[in-house]
């Protein structure tokens, strides 16, 4: 994954793939700064979800932010962030069917198409007015 606006410094041997979700109602900092010569900072937003690359060693900083100030309120390992990429294995599709080895039924079930005209005729109920 290219990082766009800061690239990854080269010397950085190991780099992972990681996931950080704003579960807060406030707006978040991420920053890491235990990496020299690389800058990291984005803003999260309550409930947004930032995906990025690091080096392994990387800490996440989350400073929350409050009116005008912004405080440290956690730091995080980014190898605990770590998600793992999909291969191109496993994105090949296969159109047979899986079933789940517990309940012996068929996880992905077929989809039942109905034809023919599905439409009914509008009934309104009418209201009268009793004098």
């Known amino acids: 994954m290219a990082q766009i606006l800061d690239p990854l410094p080269p010397e950085q041997s190991r780099n992972i793939l990681c996931c950080y979700v704003n579960a ?10 235990n990496i020299p010569n690389w800058y990291f900072e984005r803003v999260v937003f309550p409930g947004q ?16 932010g409050m009116m005008a100030s912004a405080i440290l309120s956690d730091k995080i390992p980014c190898d605990r962030l770590a998600i793992n990429e999909i291969s191109s294995y496993e994105l090949e599709t296969n159109s047979e069917k899986l079933e789940d080895p517990i309940n012996k039924k068929p996880i992905v079930h077929s989809i039942k198409t109905k ?17």
């Not at 807060?24 to 700064?33: D, G, H, L, N, P």
């Not at 979800?49 to 929350?64: C, D, G, K, N, Y």
């Not at 034809?115 to 004098?131: E, M, Q, R, V, W």
């Open 49 to 64: 979800r930032l995906v990025f690359e690091a080096p392994s060693e990387a800490q996440l900083e989350i400073h929350t």
């Open 24 to 33: 807060t109602s406030k707006i978040q900092v991420a920053r890491i700064s």
């Open 115 to 131: 034809t023919g005209d599905t439409t009914k005729p509008l009934t309104i109920a009418g209201f009268a007015s009793i004098d």
